[in-house]
């Protein structure tokens, strides 16, 4: 793994190296500035695999570095981890909103490097498996097997909406449930995802989650918030508990929004998907247990939709009736 460490402190990257070299990476390259670092990206031949930013330094900060690196179409999914001091929540909000995939505070040790560098592993691993699908395509149509099980998450490489379901996970973990009470997840399911699964290849399926993706981020009004697929046609966002979302509303724009493309879903023969919106999981302010729990509750909400919601097509059957 080609990994780059990138903070102004010179003693706390000696401290970094060791712990990396400890846990076998190897292959990690050093930057003094952000300046530095881009100058490093930019020489390379072979891009990076993971990065490893200091929020606070002099001149261009991390989550400046990170919007910068995420901006490079070679580095639009690349893992990125953030280390550093800082523990308030609004840095915490700013890294993840500016693409960081993990926020880790000072000082490390050698467990906590495990624990981090593991997760990069596994949005690595999902990355790879979506590249081998796309060679397999190209070689035959008859992809499906190539895709992972419906119920697994995804990375959707088009859908540049979305953040990888680990990270959504990571970033409740590292609110934690006092700091997340000012915070709230909102569940999308589609309904005939399944069936759309089963009956498309693995890039058709891909495609359409990805207009689905597109639908349901366009219905969120909040400025702020990350969205993800979760596996088995479940999306989930996670937005400021304040922002002005209403879940009859983001329903009525991703139907209508979809509606747009039904003549082309049916001339290739696809099932539009029919997208649930939950009413918004919260958490108390003294709650106690995981965070991510909210994201199951706002999943669970999202199967269950709005109650007494029809869907567009079935509201005109009902008015043509």
Not at 52 to 62: A, K, P, R
Not at 140 to 150: C, P, V, Y
Not at 175 to 190: C, D, E, K, W
């Amino acid at each position: 793994m080609k990994i780059l460490a990138v903070d102004d402190e010179p003693l706390f990257l000696d401290v970094l190296m060791q712990l990396m070299h400890s846990c076998n990476y190897h292959d990690v390259d050093r930057a003094g500035s952000a300046r530095e670092a881009m100058e490093i990206i930019e020489s390379q031949v072979q891009p990076f695999d993971c990065f490893l930013l200091d929020v606070q330094m002099e001149g261009m900060d991390g989550i400046q570095l990170c919007r910068r690196i995420r901006a490079l179409p070679e580095h639009r999914l690349t893992p990125i981890v953030m280390i550093t001091a800082m523990t308030e929540k609004a840095y915490v909000d700013e890294a993840f909103l500016a693409g960081a995939n993990d926020y880790v505070t000072k000082p490390l040790d050698r467990t906590e490097v495990k624990v981090r560098m593991s997760m990069v592993k596994s949005i690595l691993s999902e990355r790879n498996h979506v590249k081998l699908l796309a060679k397999q395509i190209a070689r035959s149509e008859e992809s499906h097997s190539a895709a992972r099980t419906f119920d697994e998450p995804l990375i959707l490489e088009d859908a540049e909406s979305l953040t990888p379901f680990t990270t959504l996970e990571n970033y409740l973990l590292k609110l934690g449930n006092m700091r997340l009470f000012t915070s709230m997840a909102v569940g999308f399911h589609i309904e005939n995802g399944g069936d759309i699964y089963d009956k498309s290849s693995g890039l058709e399926f891909m495609d359409i989650m990805t207009d689905a993706a597109s639908a349901i981020a366009d219905s969120i009004k909040a400025e702020n918030y990350l969205l993800s697929y979760a596996g088995s046609g479940d999306f989930v966002a996670i937005l400021p508990r304040l922002s002005s979302f209403s879940a009859t509303v983001a329903q009525e724009q991703i139907e209508a929004g979809l509606e747009e493309f039904r003549a082309i879903y049916m001339e290739d023969g696809q099932a539009l998907p029919r997208i649930r919106v939950g009413r918004p999981a919260t958490t108390g302010l003294l709650a106690f247990g995981d965070p991510t729990r909210m994201i199951q509750d706002a999943i669970s909400r999202g199967r269950q939709g709005i109650p007494n919601t029809l869907h567009s097509s079935e509201r005109l059957g009902v008015l043509g009736a």
